[in-house]
């Protein structure tokens, strides 16, 4: 199935004239999207052509921080808070289906923050983070970093624009 039939395309009355205006859940740390949502909609946000906005009023935790980080532009009230940490997870099963779901799901959590949060939080950070350390950013914290993370992208976007196109698909 084409990506638009799980989560619509977000270019719907949106363009890169026409911004998208993308108000960021308020999500408390127990009350979080899936990771498939979070994927779905990481991919959707990508292959839109809109420029999107995220804003964040109050709130924003867990996989919410990555659908803010991947908008072009950013908004924030002076009462916004973000909290990032590790992936939380449920398994059942049997004892050998358990075991190569958590290296599975380890290995798989490493690249996602890292490649979500390289640029917001340090390397040191990261690796923190993957530990378990919680990181909780207030308003003008989330400013001061945001402004590194969209420089950050930006290096990153002038590098890979720089790739010859047979070097990026090998």
Known sequence: FPSHDICPPL????SSTHPLDLHVLGLPPAFNLSHDQTLQFLKAMAESDAHIIASIEGFCASAATFIFLAADE???SPDAI?????YSSGQMGKGNELYYQAIAERKWSERLITEHYKGFLTDDEIT?????????FLSEQIVER???YAEYRKQQNEIEDEVPV???LS
């Not at 923190?128 to 909780?136: N, P, V």
Request: with cysteine.
């Open 11 to 14: 270019n719907h009355g949106a």
């Open 74 to 76: 950013y908004e924030l």
């Open 82 to 86: 973000m909290m990032c940490h590790n």
């Open 128 to 136: 923190q983070l993957l530990e378990g350390k919680d990181f909780w």
């Open 146 to 148: 945001v402004k590194k």
């Open 166 to 168: 047979d070097e990026a």
